[in-house]
C-alpha cells in the first residue's frame, strides 16, 4: 500500500506543477535489494494509477520516477571514506525525494542525507518503525514516529485534511498540544502483503504487542493459539524438530528453483534472450522461499546450516557432489551450480551492491565469453559449459559475474534476519537457536514474521524461544528523540 501511496502523492505534486516544469524527483533505499524491490514495486503501481485518463495524463506518467537507486550512491559514496560527494555545500539536485525503509538509515548516514537535500525540496520517508532498527547507530525512523499511533494532529490540521479531502480525522487522534513534527507524519494501518485477520497479521500483531506470553494458559499460550488455531490456516504453519504442515506441492522450498533449473535450461544454441529469461526465472523461484535465523554460529546459525541445507539438497540429487563442503561463508569455497550468494560489500568495478543476490548457473562458453549470439561453429569443438554467476541489475538486465572475481560473498541458503530486511517473500522458514539469547527481541521477530507475504513457519529447537522474544525489546537512542521534544 505504501507504494502506491506515494505514487499517488507524487502524481498530485507533479500534476500541480505542470508538463512544462516538471520536478525532479529521485527514489532511493538503504541497501540493494530493497532498491530492486521498490524499483519492481513502482513499475506495477504505476500501471494501476489509470493516469492515462487523466489531462496530460501521458506526460506525467513520463515525469514520474521509475528507477530507485541506493542512499550512497544517490549521495555518491566515495571509496576509502566516510564523506559523499554531496552535501551541505553540494546539493542533490531534487525537488523531491522519497527514500523507502527508511528503518535501515542509521543516524550518521541521516545527517549526511539531510545535509545534502536542498532546504526548498520535500523529504518523504517510508518504512515501519517496528523493524528492527540500523545496524549502526541510532534508531532514526522509530524516534520520529514513535507518537505516530496516536496521531497528536492539532484541530487546525483536522480542519485543513477535511477542507482538501473530505475526510475526518477521528476525534481520538486529534490533540490541541500536538507537536509540530507530528502534522508531518503519517501511519498506514492497513497491510496490503497480508490481512490484519490473517495467521501471520495476527501473528506478527501478537509478537509486536509482546502478548506472546501473556496468556493465562501458559507461557506461550497466546502465541500458540494464533499458530494452531488460526482460521487461515494456509498462512501460518508451526515446523517443529524438521516437521511442516505447509503443502508440499505449493511451498517446496529451494528444490523449486532447483528442479526448474535443471528442467527448464534452454538448449545450448539458443539466443542470449532466452539464457536471460532462465535465469530471471531461476532467480525469481529462488526468492519466493527463504530460511531466516538469528545468529551465525551454533547448530542452527547461518554457518551450520547453510553447510546443512547444501548437503541435505546434495543428498536428494538437486546439487552436485561436493556442494555440501561449501555450505559455509566462505566466498571462495567450491563453487557449484545452483549455489545462491549474497553481495557482503559494496563493489563498484562489478556494479553490486551489499544485499545482492545472486545464483551460479552454468551457461555455454559463448555467452560467458560476451558474446551477442551463439555462432554456427560453437559446439562443434565440444566446449563444455561454464560456471557464471547471475544477478539482476536495476533495469532487470542479467548480469553474468566470473565467480573469483566476487570476493565478498556468502552462501545464501540461509540469511540473517539483518540481511532480509526490505525483501519479501511468499514463504519464510524463522530458525531460532536453541539457546535464549538477549539478541532475540521482539524487532527481530517482528521483521521475520514480516517477510512473509502466504507462509510463515517456525523452526524453534527449545519451545518458548519465540514467545521470550516477544518480551525482550530493543532499546537504544542516538539522543534524537530530546532533541524532538524541542523542536519548533
Not at 129 to 134: E, I, K, M
Not at 163 to 175: C, L, S
Not at 414 to 437: I, N, R, Y
Not at 478 to 488: A, K, S, T, V, Y
Request: charged share 25%; aromatic share 4%; glycine share 10%.
Amino acid at each position: 500500500g505504501k507504494t502506491t501511496t506515494v505514487l499517488r502523492l507524487l502524481a498530485l505534486l507533479q500534476g500541480l506543477q505542470g508538463p512544462e516544469d516538471p520536478l525532479r524527483i529521485r527514489l532511493a533505499a538503504p541497501t540493494g535489494k530493497a532498491a530492486a524491490r521498490l524499483n519492481a514495486s513502482v513499475s506495477g503501481a504505476l500501471d494501476r494509477l489509470g493516469l492515462e485518463t487523466l489531462p496530460d495524463g501521458d506526460a506525467l506518467r513520463r515525469n514520474l520516477p521509475a528507477e530507485v537507486v541506493t542512499v550512497h550512491r544517490l549521495l555518491g559514496a566515495r571509496p576509502d571514506t566516510r564523506h559523499f560527494r554531496h552535501g551541505a555545500r553540494n546539493p542533490l539536485a531534487v525537488d523531491v525525494l522519497v527514500v523507502d525503509e527508511a528503518s535501515m538509515i542509521d543516524l550518521e548516514l541521516m545527517a549526511s542525507l539531510i545535509e545534502a537535500v536542498p532546504r526548498t525540496a520535500r523529504l518523504i520517508l517510508l518504512g515501519d518503525r517496528d523493524q528492527l532498527a540500523s545496524v549502526e547507530a541510532g534508531a532514526v525512523l522509530g524516534e520520529l514516529c514513535h507518537r505516530a499511533a496516536g496521531g497528536h494532529y492539532t484541530p487546525s490540521t483536522a480542519q485543513w485534511l477535511e477542507a482538501v479531502t473530505g475526510m475526518t480525522v477521528p476525534q481520538a487522534m486529534q490533540d490541541a498540544n500536538g507537536q509540530a513534527l507530528d502534522q508531518h507524519i503519517v501511519m498506514l494501518r492497513e497491510s496490503h502483503r497480508f490481512g490484519a485477520d490473517s495467521g501471520i497479521g495476527r501473528l506478527a500483531a501478537a509478537v509486536n504487542a509482546g502478548e506472546a506470553s501473556s496468556g493465562a494458559g501458559g507461557d506461550d499460550a497466546v502465541l500458540q493459539s494464533v499458530l494452531a488455531g488460526s482460521e487461515d490456516p494456509a498462512l501460518v504453519k508451526l515446523a517443529v524438530d524438521g516437521r511442516t504442515d505447509t503443502p508440499e506441492d505449493e511451498a517446496v522450498g529451494y528444490s523449486g528453483y532447483l528442479q526448474g533449473l535443471r528442467a527448464a535450461r534452454p538448449a545450448p544454441a539458443v539466443p542470449r534472450a532466452a539464457w536471460e529469461d532462465w535465469a530471471r526465472d531461476v532467480l525469481a523461484a529462488h526468492g519466493r522461499f527463504q530460511l531466516l535465523c538469528a545468529v551465525r554460529r551454533g547448530p542452527w546459525g547461518l554457518e551450520t546450516l547453510n553447510r546443512r541445507i547444501a548437503a541435505a539438497l546434495q543428498a536428494r540429487g538437486l546439487l552436485e557432489a561436493d556442494a555440501g563442503r561449501s555450505g559455509g561463508s566462505e566466498g571462495h569455497g567450491p563453487w557449484f551450480e545452483g549455489r545462491p550468494v549474497i553481495v557482503t560489500r559494496n563493489d563498484d568495478a562489478l556494479g553490486l551492491i551489499n544485499g545482492d543476490i545472486g545464483i551460479a548457473l552454468a551457461v555455454p562458453a559463448w555467452l560467458a565469453r560476451g558474446e551477442p549470439e551463439a555462432g554456427a561453429d560453437v559446439h562443434e569443438d565440444g566446449e563444455p559449459p561454464v560456471l557464471r554467476v547471475a544477478f539482476l541489475a536495476g533495469d532487470d538486465r542479467v548480469r553474468w559475474v566470473l565467480p573469483n572475481r566476487l570476493e565478498a560473498v556468502e552462501t545464501a541458503f540461509a540469511l540473517t534476519v539483518h540481511k532480509a530486511q526490505g525483501s519479501e517473500f511468499e514463504h519464510v522458514a524463522l530458525v531460532l537457536p536453541e539457546v535464549d539469547s538477549p539478541i532475540l527481541t521482539r524487532e527481530l521477530a517482528y521483521t521475520a514474521i514480516t517477510r512473509a507475504s502466504r507462509w510463515f513457519s517456525l523452526l524453534e529447537p527449545r519451545a518458548g524461544t519465540l514467545a521470550a522474544a516477544s518480551q525482550r525489546q530493543i532499546r537504544r537512542s542516538g539522543g534524537l528523540r530530546g532533541w524532538l521534544r524541542d523542536f519548533p
